[in-house]
DNA sequence: GTAATTATGTACCGATAGGTATAGATTGTC
DNA sequence: GACAATCTATACCTATCGGTACATAATTAC
């Protein structure tokens, strides 16, 4: 136990808050006057728990990733159901995330990737962004390319322009939550996009 | 002829200049200094031709339609190409301009999209934004509903919800090239994306 | 030429931006 | 209880935010 007087706040709640402003307004639309008042705590304890606002929105990622944007993959190895089903439930499932009605409308990461390659936001945390959506292509291509072995996908088809058009359609759905869309809606849309598997998919 | 000392900069070109610096860093990522220094006029002339911030955005959005956002919906009346070609070529004229070597990644239009839903875009922007989005789905509907009735498309299937998602697959498209694609991936993303009409598509 | 009109440049405004200095409050260690 | 460590509250910092006042420059109408 370290010494000293302790926190009277909860990190995690608080950083829970903080995700919630930033994914309202963006990076460069929220201010520090924003963040602690969401956060019910003042500037000098933000600066002491979590560093700067750059510091904190890349915590704030942390935390979105592993709150709202690890849990859908596991529809993907439900083995269970063919490989066009579980895309099918993948993609619903970031579907309801978008339009959860308890959340934001849309994702973290789509709107930070759009404050991308301007001059707003901080070198690391475009860095991070990058490195977050690269991740979501690679292990998309990891796991077509174990289902091509499984052959449960066609061997002639291009594993890495599915997954390429896997993560397009998501951040389409998630500008589609941003710009209005209801659950129905995406789901809609999802049904649609599946289709092009047709021929692709052999189980 | 209005009397008076005539303006001594190109409207249209100060426009255009703040166009690119909108589309570079959104609305709120974007201050007056960034305008003035890149539209080469200072506070005074933006002031008396432009009003204000918002006045400026909101004029900014209108000449971007117009300069890139109007110029793709003629491939889809090319009737020498069955409808899935003439999709793609309006899917692939969009995908350029994403990709433009001479202008900034992505689309203003779904950049401002992501602004929307937070505190960050003044309440007629924000208006505006919707407006464009919703025109560009009844547009499409428009016109699919022309080609379902040239038998261009199967009775059965659901127009609205293909307008729907040729949007989703606008805005994916757009995100992706600021997330860095090239042009040669989201052209291999729309070949996927188009496939979905292989069934519905009759002509 | 004079007056009316419009554009521009400079200086300025209050408010807010992100961030810090410092003093006081609260805790564990010894 | 003394002390060190940590957190918190208030006040403050400089820079920049969007926006305006006002004097001056340039142009047309008469």
Redesign the interface.
């Known amino acids: 136990m370290s010494s000293g007087r302790q926190r009277s706040f909860c990190k995690k709640a608080a950083l829970e808050k903080a995700m919630i402003v930033f994914w309202?307004?963006?990076y460069?639309?929220t201010s520090l006057a924003d963040l602690t008042e969401a956060m019910g705590i003042n500037k000098s304890s933000l600066y002491a728990a979590f560093g700067n606002k750059e510091a904190l929105f890349n915590q704030v990622l942390d935390f979105y990733l592993e709150l709202h944007g690890s849990s859908h993959s596991r529809h993907l190895f439900e083995q269970q159901h063919t490989l066009q089903e579980r895309l099918k439930n993948y993609l619903s499932s970031i579907a309801r995330m978008l339009t959860d009605a308890n959340l934001?409308?849309?994702c973290l990461i789509?709107?930070s990737?759009?404050?991308?390659?301007?001059?707003?936001l901080p070198e690391k945390s475009s860095q991070i962004i990058?490195m977050i959506?690269r991740k979501t292509v690679d292990f998309l291509t990891e796991f077509l390319k174990n289902e091509q072995k499984e052959q449960h996908l066609t061997a002639d088809c291009?594993i890495n322009?599915?997954a390429?058009?896997l993560?397009?359609?998501?951040?389409?759905?998630?500008?589609?939550a941003?710009?209005?869309?209801e659950l129905a809606?995406?789901l809609?849309?999802i049904?649609?996009?599946?289709?092009?598997f047709?021929?692709t998919v052999s189980l």
Chains 1, 2 share one sequence.
């Open positions: 309202c307004n963006g460069s639309g934001p409308k849309g789509c709107s990737t759009s404050e991308l390659a301007g001059s707003c990058a959506n291009d322009k599915i390429n058009y993560l397009t359609l998501q951040f389409g759905l998630a500008v589609s941003r710009n209005g869309s809606e995406l809609a849309v049904d649609r996009a599946i289709e092009c047709n021929n």
